[in-house]
Nanobody, 128 residues
């Protein structure tokens, strides 16, 4: 099985920063699109940032408009990790953040249909 382990959450003041990390175990890390989702109380889980499968110049990163300019996603294939650097945090960023690995079936035939994995989540609280 593929196991995803998040770390780095915590309590910060508005304007502060946190760096979340997710380690993937038991997988060929390069073939997965890696994503960060978050879910605030009473709200739907939403996609925050994504980094595509592969390596080198072919890797593409995206963040949603609400965090653009503040959050940065990156992957380190040698260490089987994906990170989310969060700067200038706001109370509205408070949520449980989840790491997600989505096997890129469009590029890799070894991927099964709807093959994806989730971490247990890490709490981020932004408050004075």
């Amino acid at each position: 099985q593929v196991q995803l382990v998040e770390s780095g959450g915590g309590l910060v003041q508005p304007g502060g920063s946190l760096r979340l990390s997710c380690e993937a175990r038991g997988s060929i890390f390069t073939i997965y699109n890696m994503n960060w989702y978050r879910q605030a109380p009473g709200k739907q889980r939403e996609l925050v940032a994504s980094v595509s499968s592969g390596m080198g110049s072919g890797v593409i990163t995206n963040v949603v408009d609400s965090v653009k300019g503040r959050f940065t996603i990156s992957r380190d294939n040698a260490k089987n990790t994906v990170s989310l650097q969060m700067n200038r945090l706001q109370p509205e960023d408070t949520a449980v953040y989840y790491c997600n690995a989505d096997c890129d079936k469009g590029k890799f035939l070894i991927c099964r249909d709807n093959e994806n994995y989730w971490g247990q989540g890490t709490q981020v609280t932004v408050s004075s």
